[in-house]
Nanobody
């Protein structure tokens, strides 16, 4: 059973930066893609970014491209989401997930508990 634990959420001012971490453990975890998703009240869960453990290849949603960076530290089994130049619309609960090569939440099997990110003006 793969386990994912997010950390690093909190309150940040518009234009500021925040880094989320996703610590992964369990069998064959490195064979999965790690995706970041977010969900705001009343909205569907939205793809943010994903990364391959083996190649480090990253993909981003257009809404966060050039502002967010996803990276991984294989030795620590941890994936990071560096959020820069945050906007009010980035306010959401952020989830990391392990699954297939996809932007769709249903392609991901294992999910973390979520981390709240609130952007204040």
């Amino acid at each position: 059973q793969v386990q994912l634990v997010e950390s690093g959420g909190g309150l940040v001012q518009t234009g500021g930066s925040l880094r989320l971490s996703c610590a992964a453990s369990g069998p064959y975890v490195s064979s999965y893609y790690i995706g970041w998703f977010r969900q705001s009240p009343g909205k569907e869960r939205e793809f943010v970014a994903r990364i391959s453990w083996s190649l480090g290849t990253a993909y981003y949603a257009d809404s966060v491209k050039d502002r967010f960076t996803v990276s991984r530290d294989n030795a620590k089994s941890t994936v990071y989401l560096q959020m820069n130049s945050v906007k009010s619309e980035d306010t959401a609960i952020y989830y990391c997930a392990a699954g297939a090569f996809s932007n769709k939440p249903e392609a991901y099997t294992f999910w973390g508990q979520g981390a709240q990110v609130t952007v204040s003006s």
